[in-house]
């Protein structure tokens, strides 16, 4: 049960399905049949099927659903557990479905295709009730956010590798692997992206040197595609080449060329790149970012998320609010245009520049700085010069926002949204904030990555000492 919740390390480059450097006890790669049947019981955290062996031991098997009997074969063996794989499935889950991606089982990017995609979302609630259950947290309702079940990414980057026969591959790593797969579709991909994955694949077996591009990223906008190279260093016939591929497909190619610190060149005028948040009650609001900015793979689910958080929080021309971590300003400008006075607050001094553009751009007024947003010292003295703030917005990495929700102990603001990617360090940092005396008003989990493990999560707290003085 230790690995439940946590992500599985890469496995090794040869292509065997061990794992190495986790804990838990030595690993053991091995190619064993059990003989003797399992019945999943549930879904672990990563979307495994959970199972006991008649020694009581816990087994780890991809792609099995919860209620389904299968015949396993065990590729790791550790101490407390076992990984497996379906060797035979001898009765099926009615949410079994047929993965809609050719690639699946073999890609390591959609590791849920073959549930049902309202089982998918139901599971997702259920691990952020279990990982708040183990902080003594209990939750009840759960909302849920949802796009499109297709076609929803408009990000992605494709690894390139040269085989020893000097054939170039253009795809996705394969699970657990840094091995390759060939990727010739991609529904999870919006369309003007999935249309350049042949011709990509052309262009680089004509290239006369395809080993000096290391990967290729797409990014995609209501109006412009973009397609950016790594590039290793430059050469002149291929960067040729390059260019009539980005005229014929009309799509703006930029560089990243260097080993150590690339640096992008842009072939042509750089691409203006623009995302458009169009709320209820707003004129549409048009935020600047380059590529190297975070951006939300899922513009359909970012754009409810915005609006949920406009409607917890109600701004409105007097309030006071703090955005931490604001990337480009997604949450404070849609809260100024509402009137509230916001103040954002980022650790990347250009990504400060950028909202300031940005709030220019759209004619509004947001403050910000530069902070260090996980030092405690830090982030006391900001919450200390911003007393008395009405409401105060989150969306931090991975690693969460911990001294954040520490500090707010000695610092409370009456409410606090919280948008997360990991569920783990949200109940880590939710369990501070419920010590120190805030109460969960809402939960919503937003289905960001369809078909995948991964979500995103957003709560709304309300601090009880500031209610009970009002």
């Not at 997702?124 to 708040?132: A, H, N, T």
């Amino acid at each position: 049960m230790a690995m439940l919740g946590k992500r599985r390390p890469p496995r090794p480059a040869s292509g065997h399905s061990g794992l190495a450097g986790t804990p838990g006890g030595k690993a053991r790669n091995t190619a064993t049949d059990d003989t003797s049947p399992l019945v999943i019981e549930r879904l672990a955290h990563d979307g495994r099927g959970v199972a006991h062996a008649a020694s009581g031991k816990t087994v780890f098997v991809d792609q099995a659903l919860p209620g389904e009997r299968v015949e396993v074969a065990i590729h790791l063996t550790r101490k407390r557990f076992d990984e497996a794989h379906i060797k035979s499935l001898l009765t099926t889950s009615e949410q079994r479905v047929a993965p809609p991606c050719p690639h699946f089982g073999h890609c390591g990017g959609c590791d849920l295709q073959h549930l049902a995609v309202d089982a998918q979302r139901d599971h997702k609630r259920e691990v952020v009730r279990d990982l708040f259950a183990r902080q003594g947290i209990v939750l009840t309702d759960i909302g849920t956010i949802q796009g499109s079940d297709q076609g929803y990414r408009r990000r992605a980057r494709l690894g390139v590798k040269v085989d020893s026969q000097g054939k170039p591959h253009l795809g996705f790593r394969a699970a657990h692997s840094h091995r390759l797969v060939d990727i010739e579709r991609c529904p999870v991909l919006v369309e003007s992206l999935q249309r350049l994955l042949i011709p990509l694949r052309e262009l680089l077996a004509s290239l006369a040197a395809p080993r000096l591009v290391g990967h290729i990223e797409l990014l995609a906008t209501a109006t412009t595609q973009v397609v950016l190279v790594r590039q290793l260093k430059e050469h002149p016939g291929d960067a040729a080449r390059w260019q009539a591929f980005a005229q014929h497909q009309r799509v703006a190619l930029g560089t990243w060329l260097g080993r150590e610190t690339p640096t992008l060149h842009w072939h042509g005028a750089p691409p203006e790149l623009e995302e458009t948040l169009a709320l209820e009650g707003q004129p549409p609001l048009t935020l600047s970012f380059s590529p190297g900015d975070f951006l939300q793979v899922n513009a359909q689910v970012n754009q409810q998320m915005v609006a949920k958080v406009i409607e917890w929080l109600a701004p409105k021309p007097g309030q006071r609010l703090l955005d931490l971590f604001a990337g480009i300003g997604n949450f404070s400008l849609p809260m100024a245009a509402a009137g509230a006075d916001v103040h954002a607050v980022e650790g990347n001094p250009t990504m400060v520049g950028r909202i300031a553009t940005n709030a220019r751009r759209n004619q509004l007024m947001v403050s910000g700085q530069q902070g260090d947003l996980s030092d405690p010292a830090s982030v006391n003295a900001l919450l200390t010069e911003h007393h008395g703030s009405d409401a105060l917005v989150l969306d931090p990495p991975r690693s969460g926002a911990e001294a954040i929700c520490q500090a707010l102990a000695h610092h409370p603001v009456a409410k606090v949204v919280y948008i997360s990617c990991d569920p783990a360090t949200l109940a880590r940092d939710a369990a501070h904030l419920v010590h120190a005396g805030y109460r969960v008003k809402q939960v919503v989990v937003a289905d960001m990555f369809l078909h995948t493990a991964h979500l995103e999560t957003m709560m709304l707290f309300e601090s009880e000492a500031i209610t009970l003085k009002g």
